[in-house]
């Protein structure tokens, strides 16, 4: 592989969506692109804008961690969506990860998981995560920010440290043996979200999907950073909610939360 240098030509020059991910902005660094971005939708940014960073320096994760990824080794960025009133964040997160999910094992012909919320897993370990904030008028989201952060070419000794019971991190690079191109792969990830996202808008149910990439359904899990349940995770709802069937038999509909495997 050439350098690797993410440009906004390199990315601009990849891109097939029709609106995702335009316009691009690319940082050298920046503090967070989904503070970036979250401060551009506040102000008016279109639908489908988006922004990329080499590094990040105050790079967020769920549940207040943090996510730092060594300069030129990751896919660090943020996408913008303006979705109709019967599409929820939570919804949007979905699309985002089935669609980083599918675009990374279209583009490199690897078998990838999702572990509910949105984590995608290659080989069971954690490769990339996902952020969404938003933004509520009138009990209904007036912007929604998906920040994805992907380890792409990152040596093991850079891989983050995984929170108490979390998944094991690994990276592209580990999993296949040699550095890929992140332009290229965050178009082919854009590609896989645009059609998902406007399939979501025009009411077609996306959560069979869900459940096929799933590597969380049927698992006994412990759900924690919200409600706390314990159970067994049964079904994805169409509104992205985890259902979990406790030992009573009740079933609960979680809508966010760390989910960890219970050893049963
Ligand atoms: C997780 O905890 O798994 C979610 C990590 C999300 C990280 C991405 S990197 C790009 C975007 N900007 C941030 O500050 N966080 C997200």
């Not at 790079?59 to 080794?73: D, E, H, V």
């Not at 990339?128 to 912007?143: K, N, T």
């Amino acid at each position: 592989m050439q350098s690797d240098v993410l440009t906004r030509e390199a990315i601009e020059s990849q891109l097939t969506t029709k609106w995702l991910g335009r316009p691009v902005t690319v940082f050298d660094a920046i503090p967070s692109t989904n503070n970036w971005l979250s401060e551009q939708a506040a102000q008016g940014a279109a639908q489908g804008a988006l922004a990329v960073a080499d590094v990040q320096t105050a790079g967020r994760g769920r549940m207040g961690r943090t996510w730092q990824s060594p300069p030129g080794a990751g896919l660090l960025f943020s996408l913008l969506f303006r979705p109709p009133a019967n599409v929820t964040p939570g919804q949007v997160g979905l699309v985002a990860a089935a669609g980083a999910a599918v675009g990374i094992a279209k583009h490199l012909g690897v078998d990838t998981r999702l572990k509910w919320p949105n984590d995608v897993l290659v080989n069971g370990k954690k490769v990339a995560g996902m952020l969404g904030d938003a933004s509520f008028r009138d009990g209904r989201a007036e912007w929604v920010v998906v920040g994805i952060g992907l380890n792409v070419n990152l040596a093991p000794a850079d891989f983050p440290s995984p929170p108490p019971g979390g998944v094991e991190p690994t990276s592209l690079l580990a999993e296949l043996g040699n550095p890929i191109e992140r332009a290229r792969l965050l178009a082919a990830i854009l590609a896989a979200i645009e059609p998902r996202y406007e399939a979501l808008v025009a009411g077609e149910p996306q959560a069979e999907e869900w459940r096929r990439l799933s590597a969380t359904l049927g698992q006994p899990v412990r759900i924690t950073g919200g409600v706390a349940v314990e159970g067994v995770a049964q079904d994805i709802a169409d509104d992205g909610s985890l259902l979990v069937k406790q030992d009573d038999g009740s079933v609960v509909s979680v809508a966010a939360g760390d989910v960890t495997l219970r050893q049963s």
